[in-house]
């Protein structure tokens, strides 16, 4: 996973989400409704500085970035220096976990879902947000990545088919989705959306709940 510009730029990366409030509430609250129901305890992977996994109520939050982590502890978050790829954590020892965001910064996502289902109980769950390639703010970050953005340039966005073809391949079963940023577009004022609980051709986040295949 990327971690230089996260620890160069942790500040930067914790004040978008003061700057984009309307945007941030949005997703975590298509991120909560994903969550409900789903069993405890819950991992975050790639936790940041804990700005889902606080208010969610995350039990424990891993990333590789030690700026990032020193955030997230100190606004109370349970916190473990490790990588998605790379769980230090048992099998079966979660009955959630989260990658918000985090997909397209991973060095090898088919790894890390792989490690999520690891250590995920046989009744859990995976809750994924991202935003699709192939979206208004999926072109919009992919641009930003071409001028060389400080976050952005290091980003892989994926559609949403090749998010399903990657949760396949590594033994999830997509259940439910969530989307919003729908009526939200890069350069206009932005606005709390209230999330749609299905797929939208035209939304620019969208969570997926996923449980564990059978052969898994």
């Known amino acids: 996973m990327v971690i230089q510009p996260f620890e160069k730029y942790w500040s930067d990366y914790d004040e978008w989400y003061e700057k984009h409030r309307e ?17 405890r305890p819950w991992l975050e992977v790639g936790v940041g500085t804990g700005r889902f996994a606080v208010p969610l109520g995350i039990d424990i939050g891993v990333d590789p970035s030690d700026a990032m982590l020193a955030i997230a502890t100190r606004r109370g978050l349970r916190t473990v220096k490790a990588r998605g790829e790379n769980l230090p954590f048992p099998s079966g020892s979660f009955g959630g976990v989260f990658i918000i965001i985090t997909l397209c910064f991973l060095d090898n996502p088919a790894q890390a879902l792989h490690e999520a289902n690891r250590v995920l109980t046989p009744t859990g769950r995976l809750v994924l947000g991202f935003v699709p390639a192939d979206s208004t703010w999926g072109y919009y970050y992919r641009e930003l990545a071409k001028r060389g953005h400080k976050f952005y340039k290091y980003a892989n966005f994926y559609t949403l088919n090749q998010v399903e073809e990657l949760l396949e391949t590594t033994e999830f079963k997509s259940e439910l989705y969530v989307s919003t940023l729908v009526r ?4 206009k004022p932005e606005t709390l959306e209230e999330p749609i609980i299905s797929l939208h051709e035209d939304a620019g986040f969208i969570v997926i709940r996923a449980r564990k295949s059978p052969s898994s």
């Open 184 to 187: 939200n577009k890069p350069g």
């Open 23 to 39: 945007l941030y509430l949005s997703e975590l609250k298509a991120v909560e409704i994903a969550s409900r129901g789903i069993p």
